[in-house]
C-alpha cells in the first residue's frame, strides 16, 4: 500500500438499514479505503438505561445535546449480526476489517470474527480493564487520544504493552464533533510517535481533507474519516462525515502527500534532464571580432545552457576573444584568451 491506511468509519450512518451499510462499504471499496471500520457496542455495554440528568446530554454546542445516552447509543448501534456480513463484503472488496470494542463481551465478539485490528476510541482510553482485555487477543491495536493527557496515554500504552500488545498505533483525536484545523495539534502526533517509539495516525473529526493530508505529510501510517453516502440523508454522525467522492480525493491525496516526502536527495533527477539544458549559459550576443574584449554589451548570461556556466562571467569579462565569432555563438574557453582558469 501507497501512504498511509485509510480508514473508513461506518459508526452510525447506516440510519438503521443494513442496506445502507452495505452500500457505504462498497461506496468506501470504490473510493480506494484501504479498511472499513465499526463499532461494537450496544445500550447495555456502554451505559445503563437512566432517566438521571447526568444521563443527558448537556452541551449546548454538542450535535447531540438533550439527547438520553441510552436512545442516542440505541440509535447509533451497528447490529452484531451485521458484523459478519459487512466484513465479508469488506474482505471481497480487498479491506482490512476494523472495529472498536467498548467492553469484554464486543472484544471475544470481534475475536471471533477474525477482525484484523481492534480500536480503542478516545473516551475508553480510560477503560484499563478494557485496555487490557484488547491487548491480551495478541491483534494489532489502535489507541485513540482525544482528550487524553500524556499521563493518560502512557497508562493506556504500558497497559496494553504488559498485556501483550506488540502492533500499537496510537492516532492523535480532536474529539469534538465536528472539530476545527486550528485544533487538531498535529505536531503532538509526531509527539505521541517519539514519545512511546510507536507508529502514528489520526483519527480526524474535522470538514474536508485539509488537516489528513497534513498528517499524510508528517508520516502518519493511519488516517480515519467517518463516511456517509450523503450527508443531506441526516443520521447520528452525517454532519462531520465524508461522502464517497470526497473520501476518493482523500484517498488520492494522502497518498500523494506521503509519497511525496521522498528521501533526502541533491542533484537533478532523471526527469529533470531535459531541463537541465534550458539553464542559462553565457553566450556572445554581438559579433565579437578576434582580440576584441569580453564586456557586458557583447556577451550575456541567458538560457539555453550551451555555453559556459554563469559563474564565470566576471572571470570572462575583460579578457579578449581568440578568434572572430558571430552573435549567438555559446562561448566556450577556447574561444577566450588566456585560459588559465
Known sequence: MIGPMVIAELSGNHNGSYERA????RAA????AGAIKLQTFTPETLSIDSHRPEFFIQADDSLWNGQRLWELYAEAMTPWEWHEPLFALARERGMRCISSAFDATSVEFLVDLDVDVLKIASFEMVHIPL?????????????????????????????????????L??????????????????????????????AFGLSDHSLGIGVAVAAAA???VAIEKH?????????????FSME????????????????????????PLPSEAASLAERPSIYVVAEVAAGEVFTEENIRCIRPAAGLSPRHFEEVLGRHAAADIAAGTPLAWDLVHEQER
Do not use: W
Request: glycine share 8%; hydrophobic share 45%.
Open 22 to 25: 452495505a452500500d457505504i462499504v
Open 29 to 32: 471499496a470504490d473510493a480506494g
Open 131 to 167: 485496555i487490557r482485555d484488547a491487548a491480551a487477543t495478541g491483534l494489532p491495536l489502535l489507541l485513540s487520544t482525544g482528550m487524553c493527557t500524556l499521563e493518560e496515554v502512557s497508562l493506556a500504552v504500558q497497559t496494553a504493552r504488559s498485556a501483550g500488545a506488540r502492533d
Open 169 to 198: 498505533t496510537l492516532l492523535k483525536c480532536t474529539s469534538a464533533y465536528p472539530a476545527v484545523a486550528a485544533e487538531s495539534n498535529l505536531r503532538t502526533m509526531l509527539d505521541l510517535g517519539t514519545h512511546f517509539d510507536c
Open 218 to 220: 508528517l508520516g502518519a
Open 227 to 239: 463516511v456517509t453516502l450523503t450527508r443531506a440523508d441526516g443520521g447520528v454522525d452525517a454532519a
Open 244 to 267: 464517497p467522492h470526497e473520501l476518493a480525493l482523500l484517498v488520492d491525496e494522502v497518498r500523494r502527500a506521503s509519497v511525496s516526502l521522498g528521501e533526502v536527495r541533491y542533484g
